[in-house]
């Protein structure tokens, strides 16, 4: 998983498919919701 500024999407087709395919990319707008996916508990 690889959050990232929410401005720097539009980047992510400049990455290789691979590297698209192989990690979920969080694009997000604030620390707020990088906190919050960050800190987040998996459901058992």
Do not use: G, Y
Request: aromatic share 2%.
């Amino acid at each position: 998983t690889f959050i990232l500024p929410k401005d720097n999407a539009k980047d992510i087709s400049d990455l290789p498919q691979k590297v698209r395919d192989d990690l979920t990319l969080i694009p997000v707008s604030s620390m707020d919701e990088v906190l919050k996916i960050a800190l987040h508990k998996p459901t058992v």
